[in-house]
């Protein structure tokens, strides 16, 4: 987990936050989101410190794009994120009566796929901090499927409550990344979703294929699966051009492999899972975290490079 900030600290970012967030919530939605983009370009001039581990991300990422369309990608995700926060401020006037005006599926076929390979063992939902993944979230919830995420605490613990909050509205659980397996068992026992973003590097993991770099990877969505039979179902929040209106995109189950060796099949599974994940970013370049360590685990020799 990320060391947290102090409490001084916490009390200064979230009082900006929050004087920001109250700013834009005051703001008809599409004036919000558009004025959120603006934010986002002001944000990416005033990160400098996080810019060169972005850039660094982006020639492992693109080796063959010039520095100014990794520059192009970063200024893009930067506005992304701004229109994040300002949809985020605007998530307490969702409801079933107007979700489908800014979220609606695609792919709902695979996941009727899903539901009937699964006949009671809950679903494992794949996914990535991808575009407006809070939003997908809250749509699941109030669509009316029952949905668990599996939770990274944020650096700012009045930020995290926050958001921990709104995830929480319409039923959803929260479950510390650090939770037990049986707690995860329980929740597929018992039908539920469990959603869990594949895409940190992690201390204790296996080395996967990222962007042609191995990259240290949580096998825990895998060992779930093998375990339960549960199936994976990728899923992934596309924003439509610069409008306020998303797609989730739900790709068909991963087809899991089970063999002797099962560590083996471990990272062979979190690998087709990876280049699944790898592939929708390259989809929409300015919709993942460019600026997370994503290669900061290193394979044994290898020297760290951040």
Not at 209 to 221: C, K, N, R, W, Y
Request: a positive charge.
């Amino acid at each position: 987990m990320a060391r947290q900030v102090g409490a001084v600290q916490a009390r200064i970012e979230y009082t900006g936050i929050s004087a920001v967030a109250a700013a834009v919530r005051a703001m008809p939605l599409e004036r919000a989101v558009k004025a959120g983009a603006g934010i986002g370009a002001l944000a990416m001039r005033l990160d400098r410190p996080n810019r060169p581990i972005a850039l660094k991300n982006l020639e492992i990422a693109f080796p063959e794009k010039t520095v100014a369309e990794r520059l192009q990608i970063l200024r893009a995700m930067y506005r992304s994120w701004g229109r994040m926060l300002a949809e985020w401020t605007h998530f307490g006037e969702l409801s079933r009566a107007n979700i489908e005006k800014v979220a609606t599926y695609e792919g709902e076929e695979n996941w009727t796929a899903a539901e009937e390979i699964s006949r009671g063992r809950g679903l494992l939902v794949l996914t990535a901090h991808y575009g407006n993944f809070e939003l997908m979230q809250l749509m699941h919830s109030i669509y009316g499927y029952r949905i668990a995420i599996v939770h990274r605490p944020l650096r700012n613990p009045l930020v995290d409550s926050a958001v921990c909050d709104a995830r929480i509205r319409f039923g959803n659980r929260v479950i510390p990344r650090k939770a037990s397996a049986r707690d995860m068992l329980t929740l597929l026992r018992q039908n539920w979703m469990l959603a869990i973003a594949l895409d940190l590097d992690v201390r204790k993991g296996v080395f996967v294929d990222f962007f042609g770099l191995a990259a240290s990877t949580s096998d825990s969505v895998a060992r779930l699966a093998m375990a339960t039979g549960a199936p994976v179902v990728p899923c992934f929040m596309v924003r439509q051009g610069e409008s306020i209106h998303h797609k989730l995109r739900i790709l068909p189950p991963v087809e899991i492999v089970r063999t002797r060796d099962r560590d083996e099949s471990a990272r062979e599974n979190t690998q087709r899972f990876t280049s699944i994940i790898e592939a929708m970013i390259r989809e929409h370049p300015d919709h993942w975290n460019w600026i997370h360590r994503r290669w900061k685990t290193r394979p044994p020799g290898e020297e760290r490079f951040y």
